[in-house]
């Protein structure tokens, strides 16, 4: 089984969620049955409470509900099975109602689930089911900041701001689609064939059609590499940083032709429709679940085990039970009750002994043995259900593995495009320069002598370290950059950083902080953050997005992230032997661990910078 579509919603504070769910789905399954034909006909679409319902051949409906009176909480688990002519599709609306809740008071989490297919098989086949549309077309839906709607939100001037706002929204999970019209096109048409575009990917994403009459105001508020231009149409990825251009790439831009030729007769379709749709639902079934969707989730699944369990037993009970009660009832032609009462007991205490024994004879000792075996049936039954909550609670832990894993895959992915494009340019660069200075004929220019040993790349960041410590190292470098942070904490990097891409990184940024030093000792008197910007300045750099000349407003104002990033110095930098460092280096885009170097430039002074940190990133109001 693999999930096709995953969303999420957060309903107003004024709603119940729970109600919201049984409303739809109860909505949902009597359009199914008005709809269906033959087979697939639902022969119900109501239920009474929880429980395991069939509603019609090949079509159950579990329902699971938790209350707790002390914070007024309610949380509720449908789930839709159902086997047709396109197979076995799964729907599960999980439904949380928190009136007491700081946030989020009321959210619904849905999915749909292909039995039997891969995660791409899946995806590919798995459209938003009409429950979803349903919803957003009758109630105010966000996530986060943004709201969710089941149609495109045209953009005029009166509401632009909307855009960027869920552009920037750090907290959504949702993709924000931005189409920008070709020229020529109404508003009206302009909605309407975004709309046809967008259809599959409803509830994983916001669509904004950009009216005609706001285009330039809008280009005017996005840099270059983040712009959407005329006739294309821009899924914009969660955290969105316009600040750096390597960010860009994760945004992915359909172009006008390839939009244009998809155009047929006034209306969208071909593959391009399941192509782009692809790309925010897989987003969505691949990101982790928000801690309160997913905690209402575990223990929605724990409680829907046990009633279907209970479901099971009841059943094959309920079974043997007719088969045993097969014999005839000979009771009414007995004088008198009391014999007849006994005589009946003897008969089904004896049919029991053979049923559960399978004996033929019935003894004395067979007593005993019956006690002995509901005992064991009964200790059997307890560890059976201890095991069963073990395994959900690995599943749970496998998840969670799952979803680092796919974390880590995906900032490999990006990093890896984004040293390719990177590579690519500095390659075509090289290759220009290279023959002007052929055409200049000054040959001996084009030759690159290979770097001294003293700066190669360590092989490890223990390496790196070292070669930072100036109790053991003859490296140059230690003349101007030196470590004063935790070793502990530098090393783990080394547990996510295999191949030593990190490290790498790291040496390139301590090369940086080196030559800016030495750039200073020479007079330049601007700080690193110029220098980076500096087109005269020759030595090593590295691109301006990858340095943060401090922290955010969030950090500095919060006592307890600010003393996370106090470290040591020597007394001769500061009197305390301790100062505070905001300027960092950023190796990588992920937001699990996402490495960081922290530093001090105290070039001004004792003419050296200090590196007090290298490790996980430390927290602010993203990672908290």
Not at 30 to 43: P, T, V, Y
Not at 88 to 95: K, L
Not at 245 to 271: E, W
Not at 273 to 285: N, P
Request: with cysteine; proline share 5%; hydrophobic share 40%.
């Amino acid at each position: 089984m693999a999930i096709g579509y995953r969303a999420v919603f957060r309903l107003s504070d004024d709603d119940n969620a729970v109600k919201v769910a049984e409303d739809q789905v109860r909505s949902w399954l009597r359009d199914k049955k008005r709809k269906a034909r033959g087979r697939d006909q639902l022969n119900a679409t109501d239920w009474d409470g929880p429980g395991v319902h069939e509603l019609g051949p090949g079509a159950i409906l579990t329902v699971a509900s938790l209350s707790d009176d002390r914070d007024g909480s309610h949380r509720q688990l449908l789930r839709f099975d159902e086997t047709n002519a396109m197979g076995r599709w799964i729907v599960t609306v999980v439904a949380s109602s928190l009136p007491n809740a700081r946030g989020d008071k009321q959210v619904l989490h849905v999915e749909l689930d292909k039995f039997g297919a891969t995660v791409e098989e899946a995806l590919a086949a798995a459209k938003p089911p009409r429950l979803v549309m349903h919803l957003l077309d009758s109630a105010t839906v966000l996530d986060n900041e943004t709201p969710l709607t089941s149609a495109p939100i045209i953009v005029r001037a009166d509401n632009i701001e909307d855009v960027f706002d869920a552009i920037h929204d750090d907290r959504r999970m949702v993709s924000v689609v931005v189409a920008v019209p070709p020229g020529g096109v109404s508003d009206e048409v302009w909605q309407r064939t975004v709309g046809q575009l967008t259809r599959e990917s409803v509830g994983v994403a916001t669509a904004f059609a950009i009216s005609e009459s706001v285009v330039d105001v809008f280009a005017a508020r996005l840099p270059e590499s983040h712009s959407v231009p005329r006739g294309s149409v821009r899924t914009f990825a969660p955290r969105v940083n316009v600040g750096d251009p390597a960010d860009a790439i994760r945004h992915r831009v359909l172009g006008a032709n390839s939009f244009a030729r998809a155009i047929k007769n006034g209306r969208v379709g071909g593959p391009l429709l399941t192509v782009h749709a692809q790309l925010a639902r897989r987003r969505m079934v691949e990101a982790e679940l928000p801690s309160d969707v997913r905690r209402a989730a575990d223990l929605l699944i724990r409680e829907e085990a046990r009633i279907s369990r209970e479901a099971q037993v009841g059943r094959m009970a309920t079974t043997a039970q007719q088969e045993h009660n097969s014999a005839p009832n000979v009771a009414a032609k007995q004088p008198k009750a009391a014999v007849v009462l006994r005589d009946w007991l003897r008969q089904r205490f004896s049919t029991m002994l053979q049923r559960w024994l399978q004996i033929d004879q019935v003894t004395p000792d067979a007593v005993d043995a019956l006690d002995q075996f509901i005992a064991a049936s009964a200790d059997g039954y307890q560890v059976a259900r201890e095991q069963i909550d073990g395994l959900l609670e690995a599943r749970v832990r496998l998840n969670d593995e799952i979803q680092q894993l796919r974390d880590q895959v995906e900032e490999a992915e990006l990093t890896a495009s984004i040293e390719s494009e990177s590579a690519r340019s500095s390659t075509r660069e090289a290759r220009i320069l290279r023959s002007r200075l052929r055409d200049a004929e000054r040959h001996a220019d084009a030759l690159v002598e290979p770097e001294l040993q003293a700066f190669e790349t360590p092989s490890d960041i223990e390496e790196l370290l070292l070669r930072l410590d100036p109790d053991v190292s003859d490296s140059p470098v230690v003349s101007r950059v030196i470590f004063t942070g935790s070793e502990s904490d530098a090393m783990e990097i080394a547990k996510r950083d295999p191949f030593g891409r990190v490290v790498n990184k790291m040496w390139d940024y301590v090369l940086v902080l080196h030559d800016y030093a030495q750039t200073r000792e020479n007079g330049y008197q601007g700080s690193l953050h110029h220098y980076l910007s500096d087109p005269e300045i020759t030595s090593r750099k590295c691109p301006v997005h990858r340095h943060a000349a401090g922290e955010s407003e969030a950090v500095t104002t919060n006592a307890k992230m600010m003393s996370e990033r106090i470290f040591t110095v020597p007394v001769a930098v500061h009197p305390d032997g301790k100062v505070a460092m905001l300027a960092h280096f950023k190796p990588t885009h992920s937001d699990t661990f996402a490495p960081r170097m922290h530093y001090f430039d105290d070039t001004a002074n004792t003419g050296k910078i200090y590196v007090g940190y290298m490790g996980r990133h430390l927290t602010n109001s993203k990672t908290n």
